[in-house]
């Protein structure tokens, strides 16, 4: 990828601090669009050249804040959509429509606006593609659309929609679809596995959780940040890339774990009937204290439904 001005939204995020990192080590002069609440602990300092040759200008504003979008994006060639809600469960669901898709038609009116935007690389999710009942499923596999474990899932699949719509209607959007994602960084809603592993061997979850037999895929986030350079730089629009990787259970993550650490594997698998009802009581407990739950009903961890996930390995054509 040439030296180019780049827009992060989510930059402040797990993958997003992650991206804004390597396209600074890469050159770039990134622009990380944050919000004045957003910890940026996990961004590179705002500089004027490292030795790379990148710098990162923070840019405030809000994926909702369509003035604040379009100020961002002014003189950008390109945009990395990375933004989202990513939580199992919010008091005010509607929030997930206003800034999952929301803020993706936002960004899609920026670059209408704007003028000098050459690609956007939207990220998608596994979410977006549905449930794989067990097949290995590749860049075709599309959702259902008619059942929806949490809003969440919901507006990552009408995000999806209007993706492809805008890329049919000649606008130079890529989509790209990681797995769970996983790997170094800052723990986040979105970075369910450090969370799992933190509740783990903290105590709180004594057991498996979910099926053995429910596989997803899960990406190294370091992969993840490679696939959306690779969809910047060779990514045909509305062409859609997965970013996936291992299909895996979340038993095999605990007992890869308990390897690592060396300590004793889960010995039982938790209910399915314990941990919706643990859902409902963490809703219960969020409402009243007004901390976001890790697992929330009808049981899903972090938008994680009991469901197969499973996709075929990254795209060969965006590493090749
Ligand atoms: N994590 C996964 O396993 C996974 C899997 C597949 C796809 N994805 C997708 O990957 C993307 C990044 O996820 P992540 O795991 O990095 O999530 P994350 O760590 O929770 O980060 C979300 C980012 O979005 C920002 N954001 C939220 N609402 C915003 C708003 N209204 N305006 C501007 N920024 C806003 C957050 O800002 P603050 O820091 O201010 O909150 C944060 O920077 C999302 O699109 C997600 O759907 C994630």
Redesign the pocket.
Known sequence: MKKRIVLV????????GRLCHQLFNGGHHVKA???R???LSSLPPPTDGGSSGGTLELVFG???DYQSLLLACSGCHDIFH?????EPWLPDPSRFSS?NVG?LKNVLQAYKETGTIEKIVY?S??FALGSTDGYVADETQTHSGKVFCTEYEKS?VVADKVALDAASEGMPIVPVY????YGPG?V?????VARMIIERFNGRLPGYIGQANDRFSFSHVDDVVDGHIAAMDKGKPGERYLLTGENASFKEVFDIAAMITRTKKPLFGIPLLIIEAYGWISVLFSKLTGKLPLISPPICYSGVDSGAFAFGSMCDTLLS
């Open positions: 939204t989510g930059a402040s995020g797990y993958l997003g669009f944050v919000r609440t957003s910890d809000d994926v909702t990375s933004a989202a809600l990513v800034v803020g990220t999710s596994f990552k990681p797995g769970v994602i800052k986040t809603a979105g970075n369910i």
